[in-house]
């Protein structure tokens, strides 16, 4: 049974343009959450995905959107990107049935030039 | 807004010696508990968690927590520590919000081990 999977695992980008980070959640789950951990800090929510649509949504710019598949799987875009954006993007899925515990994939590195 | 506080960013210690990682969090309402590590290459994992009923917690690898309301308090602690759990420890609150659940991470407390 996979766990949470994300690809790809290192992107280089430089500012202004456009990325879309991909995550599969581990089977059963049903709830997407993404999380951006910059060097040195704790994980800060972005927002989490129910049902394919956005069911909550943490302290970041409208540059940040997202996408719920009916697979569960999902999508997470950044526009016009800045240098800040560049760290350690986690995707993590749950279920209500499991009390909603977080399993963490291994994350993509993005690094803004 | 509510906040998680980790006191400790880093603690080196020798190999037998006991751990405990302080954890506090604003946040009045209902809540749920994680101590999540990330070994070094590795992704997070769960180490404990707590929801309800007995507020001493007991997770993987020796580790345990206490959970005491009035403190606002979910603190980590291992009485012997090895070299293996040199890792990053966080401390999560899942806070319901909006009729959801979004846990809210403390920065990490670093933890080297000497052999």
């Known amino acids: 049974d996979a766990g949470v999977t994300q690809s790809p695992t290192h992107l280089i980008k430089t500012r202004g343009q456009q990325v879309t980070l991909r995550c599969s959640p581990k089977?059963?789950?049903?709830?997407v959450s993404w999380y951006q951990q910059a060097l040195g800090q704790g994980p800060q929510f972005i927002f989490q995905?129910?049902?394919?649509?956005?069911?909550q949504r943490g302290n970041f710019p409208d540059r940040f959107s997202g996408h719920q598949f009916p697979n569960y799987s999902s999508e997470l875009n950044v526009n016009a990107l800045l240098l800040g954006d560049s760290a350690l993007y986690l995707c993590?899925?749950?279920?209500?049935?499991?009390?909603?515990?977080?399993?963490f994939g291994p994350g993509t590195r993005l690094t803004v030039l | 807004a509510q906040s998680v506080s980790q006191h400790n960013h880093h603690v080196i210690l020798s190999e037998a010696a006991s751990l405990e990682l302080g954890c506090n969090y604003s946040?009045?309402?209902?809540?749920?508990l994680f101590w999540y590590v990330q070994y070094p290459g590795q992704h997070l994992q769960l180490l404990l968690k707590?929801?309800?009923?007995?507020?001493l917690v007991k997770g993987i690898k020796g580790f345990e927590a206490e959970f005491i309301k009035s403190k606002f308090s979910f603190n980590l602690r291992k009485p012997s520590v090895q070299w293996s759990d040199t890792a990053e420890y966080f401390c999560?609150?899942?806070?319901?919000?909006?009729?959801?659940?979004?846990?809210?991470f403390g920065r990490g407390t670093s933890l080297i081990v000497h052999p």
């Open positions: 993590a899925s749950s279920s209500d049935r499991e009390g909603n515990e977080q399993f």
């Open positions: 089977s059963g789950h049903d709830t």
């Open positions: 995905y129910y049902e394919e649509e956005e069911r």
């Open positions: 946040y009045g309402g209902t809540v749920n």
């Open positions: 707590y929801f309800s009923g007995d507020p």
């Open positions: 999560a609150v899942g806070m319901i919000s909006g009729g959801s659940y979004i846990p809210t």
